[in-house]
């Protein structure tokens, strides 16, 4: 029915038709994996912090556009900055006030945390309306590469690849090359002797969590070239998120990377044989049996018990 | 036989918390209610279904589910199906290309029924449906997760995928199923009309009756020596294992038996409300109910019921009123009791009741027998600083 | 009794029987083909030093650790192929090192849930206190010293009555093979005198391998003594031998 080569030409086609989509799944999955991988910490909300980001950047589209139109095309590159900076400040607040007094209670923090993430989409709701708003992309986002007659490589999702990877990569340089880095890991394996030796175990605890928002801000920038905000918009990506997180090994960054790609792939190319709905059940449901093959996910470490 | 029974009702304590319980849902509710608001509250008693067993299976089991909309609808479904076929015979529906098949079936170019609805002509065979179905659904999600030793909260995570999955494809599959409009219309059981007001009253009673009888069976298991291994696994499963029990199969049993509530509870909604949709599948309303079982005490089988009426009430009356301040209120809800009422409505009444009773006496008793295992309707004392979650397997 | 091994047969059919066991972490052998024999009613002591490999070995019997190569017998059963609660269920009894009680039920309800009976769903669902159970609990309580404490929740005991009330715990199982993890630590000089009268007792009929570092102690249970170092062993015999051996004692004392 369809030869090699073309299966191989819809796979990479779709592959990169679901450039974005892969790139907000994935700035999700390791701003989650960040918490709930180093952290033991659901934050059901993780969705929210998207929507943060989308509509922060939505404003300064909506900004720009009527105000100070020429520096429209730039405004992109403030919004991902600004998301960064917003959603890392509420992440800050919100581990603060709720996360720390649940430290321990896992299926608590989730149940907490689903509160939250309630009364955050009111919220959105009351300033931003029910109805979904967009951003305007700016020109150079728009259009698609062509470097063979087949493959059509959408701009928007190579710029979106490429702020992936240098989050990504910021993220493993801070994790494994830094100070701080060492004294999140260090809490993360032995919080108590973390404690002896003079790390400020709160504070890490705060800045990691808000950390993971922070990139779920990114994401929600990332988010609005791929489709309109909503107050519910973060709640389309938290249960894959968390399937993706869990699936990757939580504790392994690695992980998290071949498991989004598998995953967003996986989604894809089913798309392409059948609708919509199917190959999302599609997709999760071979997450979950792989899950109950694996339960510790694909790519775990074997950790000494 | 006096044993029994003293352990079925819990002994004075829990006999009062029945009767109070009984008076006010089988008198106080009939006698001062409107058939509209009573019918309301007996939607609310369809959810308290699903209450109760998440007291089974999470409060003593630690099992937090996420996906119990999934029996829910599945229980609720199965009727769906019954009364739709009923409604649709040859004669009311001559107007359609197909006779004889559900509207929505004939709205989507189907032609005959397919196999999937052939068995539901049957009623006997509709409530096996229900029973059994979510029965062994539960079965086998908790055979793959728990024997696999699936840490509590990929547990939680694994169940709200599933509502997911389950409400997508319901949502998908319209001609099967009434897609997103679910499945409505329904009109009548074996002949008896169950829109008219007195087939509402008597669904009503019905309904309560059958949470009675859950609530009945649910004390007798966490009575029993089931009950007090259910304790001890939520404390430290690995003793128990060590004590020569397999620890999967108490899981799995009673995630089996909320899942049979939860289905018989989304039966009765269906027959009281007349229609079944996946709204009541997906993440959201599961999550909903498990606020519901949090509210009135998580520990608590009556305390379930009470918690799932006041926060239905509570969003009837603040989604009327005040719609922007309900979703606020919720999440609100969510978090207050998770902070700071661990143990819901129920463990607020057992500490004002201790208190009570500190103060009219001080003797302490040593019983002569073996003493009677405290019966759980409300919350434990030693409970009180327990907070359902599996500190140990939480990895 | 450091001496005479009084009741135990010395046979070719031992009934714990350790063979060419490995369990390795990453690269690390925390255990390295060890040979371990024990014989029917005997009183096996295990010491070493910390990271010697003991509580992995008790860890690897009773199924809590699965092993990388190497078998387990016990009687006719391969252990290294079971799980946890199968293991228990053909009589092997394990003890942890820190008392793993169930601190929010009575002692009472603690020595109920270990008997033998409503193991399973429907049992446990159908479980009647009737009064062989009854009897039997009380009979365990008062060997464990805690009869008068039949009904104080578990949490309010002292350190040395919980290590009892897990040794009753043990004993309501009926096991052949009783494993007990420094069933003295955190005891007081009468604690431990109790104990080790009440080990005595146990071990009448069953076999026993015990991890302990406190040496009189050893001495006064002990048939016989196996030293692990590395996760192999090191010397074996009774304590005046092996405390007499100077691999042993260059082992303990200088490195």
Not at chain 1, 129 to 155: H, Q, R
Request: aromatic share 10%.
């Amino acid at each position: 029915m369809v030869s090699l080569s073309e299966f191989f030409a819809i796979f990479a086609m779709q592959g990169f038709n679901g450039l974005s989509v892969f790139c907000v799944l994935l700035l999700m999955a390791l701003g989650l994996a960040i918490i709930f991988g180093q952290m033991g910490v659901i934050n059901m909300a993780h969705g929210e912090f998207l929507t943060i980001g989308a509509y922060i950047t939505y404003l300064l589209s909506h900004l720009t556009t009527t105000y100070a139109p020429s520096l429209q095309p730039f405004y992109f590159f403030g919004a991902v900055v600004l998301s960064f900076m917003v959603a890392y400040g509420f992440g800050y607040l919100t581990e603060l006030l709720l996360i720390s007094r649940l430290y321990k209670r896992p299926l608590d923090t989730l149940l907490a945390t689903w509160g939250l993430s309630l009364a955050m989409q009111q919220t959105f709701r009351s300033i931003f309306g029910a109805k979904e708003v967009s951003a305007t992309l700016p020109d150079w986002l728009l259009g698609s590469f062509k470097p063979t007659e087949n493959i059509d490589i959408p701009i928007n999702g190579l710029f979106m690849m490429a702020l992936t990877v240098l989050l990504t990569g910021t993220i493993f340089i801070l994790l494994f090359r830094s100070r701080w880095g060492l004294q999140v890991r260090a809490t993360m394996q032995n919080r108590v002797m973390s404690g002896a030796v003079g790390i400020n175990t709160r504070k890490v605890d705060r800045t990691t969590f808000a950390l993971g928002c922070g990139v779920a801000g990114v994401a929600g920038a990332a988010f609005t070239t791929i489709g309109s905000t909503g107050p519910t918009s973060g709640s389309l990506y938290i249960v894959d998120t968390f399937l993706v997180v869990v699936f990757g090994g939580a504790q392994s960054l690695i992980g998290t990377i071949a498991s989004a790609f598998s995953i967003a792939q996986t989604q894809s190319t089913a798309e392409f044989f059948l609708t919509g709905s199917m190959a999302k059940v599609l997709t999760l449901s071979a997450v979950i049996l792989i899950l109950m093959l694996r339960p510790q996910g694909l790519f775990s470490v074997r950790v000494r018990k | 036989m006096n044993a029994a029974y003293e352990k079925l009702l819990g002994g004075r304590s829990g006999l009062i918390g029945l009767l109070i319980l009984g008076v006010l849902l089988l008198v106080i509710f009939p006698l001062g209610l409107d058939i509209f608001r009573l019918n309301l509250v007996g939607k609310y008693l369809s959810y308290a279904f699903v209450a109760v067993g998440l007291v089974l299976c999470w409060g003593y089991g630690g099992i937090l589910s996420l996906g119990q909309g999934v029996f829910f609808g599945v229980g609720g479904y199965c009727m769906a199906m019954f009364l739709k076929l009923e409604a649709s015979d040859p004669i009311s529906t001559k107007i359609q290309s197909t006779p004889g098949i559900p509207d929505f079936m004939d709205w989507n170019q189907i032609t005959s029924l397919p196999a999937m609805w052939q068995p539901f002509h049957s009623f006997s065979f509709t409530v096996l449906a229900v029973l059994a179905v979510p029965t062994l659904l539960a079965l086998v999600i908790g055979m793959a997760m728990f024997k696999r030793r699936v840490g509590d909260v990929y547990f939680s995570i694994v169940t709200q995928a599933i509502a997911a999955i389950l409400s997508i494809l319901i949502i998908g599959q319209q001609g099967l199923t009434g897609g997103v409009n679910g499945i409505t219309d329904l009109k009548t059981l074996m002949g008896w009309d169950i829109r008219t007001d007195s087939a509402k009253v008597i669904l009503y009673f019905v309904n309560a009756g059958l949470l009675f009888a859950c609530i009945l069976f649910g004390r007798y298991i966490l009575t029993s020596k089931l009950g007090r291994l259910l304790m001890a696994m939520r404390d430290k499963e690995e003793r128990v294992r060590f004590s020569g029990y397999d620890v999967a199969n108490f899981k799995v049993f009673v995630f089996c038996v909320a899942a049979m509530f939860s289905a018989i509870g989304g039966a009765m909604f269906t027959l009281q409300v007349g229609f079944m949709s996946p709204s009541f599948v997906g993440i959201v309303p599961s999550i909903e109910m498990v606020i519901y079982a949090a509210v009135g005490g998580r520990m608590s089988l009556l305390g379930a019921v009470y918690g799932t009426l006041l926060v239905n009430f509570g969003k009837t009356y603040f989604s009327e009123t005040f719609p922007e301040l309900w979703l606020f209120l919720m999440g609100g809800l969510f978090i207050a009791v998770v902070m700071y009422f661990p143990n819901g409505l129920a463990g607020v009444v057992e500490k004002q009741g201790k208190k009570l009773m500190a103060k009219f006496s001080r003797k302490k008793v040593v019983p002569a027998e073996p003493v009677k295992p405290k019966v759980a309707t409300k919350a434990e004392p030693a409970d009180i600083h327990l907070d359902g979650a599996n500190l140990e397997a939480s990895k | 009794m450091s001496n005479a091994p009084i009741g135990f047969e010395s046979t070719d059919h031992p009934v714990l029987a350790i063979e060419d066991l490995t369990v390795s972490f990453d690269g690390f052998k925390a255990v390295d083909k060890l040979n371990l024999y024990v014989q029917r009613n005997e009183v096996r002591v295990v010491i070493g030093p910390n990271g010697a490999g003991k509580t992995t070995v008790l860890d690897l019997i009773c199924g809590k650790t699965q092993a990388t190569s190497g078998s387990i017998r016990f009687n006719n059963h391969e252990l290294t192929k079971m799980s946890e609660h199968a293991i228990v269920r053909v009589g092997v009894g394990r003890k942890f090192q820190t008392p793993s009680i169930y601190e929010n039920l009575s002692v009472f309800e603690n020595l109920e849930m270990s008997f033998p009976r409503g193991r399973k769903v429907f049992g446990a669902l159908t479980f009647k206190r009737t009064a062989d159970v009854v009897a039997r609990v009380e009979s365990v309580a008062a060997e464990i010293f805690l009869d008068q404490h039949l009904y104080t929740q578990a949490d309010l005991l002292s350190h040395g009555q919980k290590q009892w009330l897990e040794i009753g715990m043990l004993l309501m199982q009926e096991p052949e093979l009783l494993m007990l993890d420094e069933p003295v630590a955190g005891m007081s000089v009468s604690e431990r005198e109790k104990t080790a009268q009440l080990l005595g007792r146990i071990s009448q009929g069953r076999s026993v391998v015990v991890i302990e570092h406190d040496m009189d102690f050893v001495k006064s249970i002990a048939h016989k003594v196996t030293v692990l170092h590395q996760g192999k062993i090191l010397a074996e015999g009774s304590m005046d031998k092996v405390q007499s051996d100077p691999k042993v004692i260059d082992v303990y004392l200088g490195h």
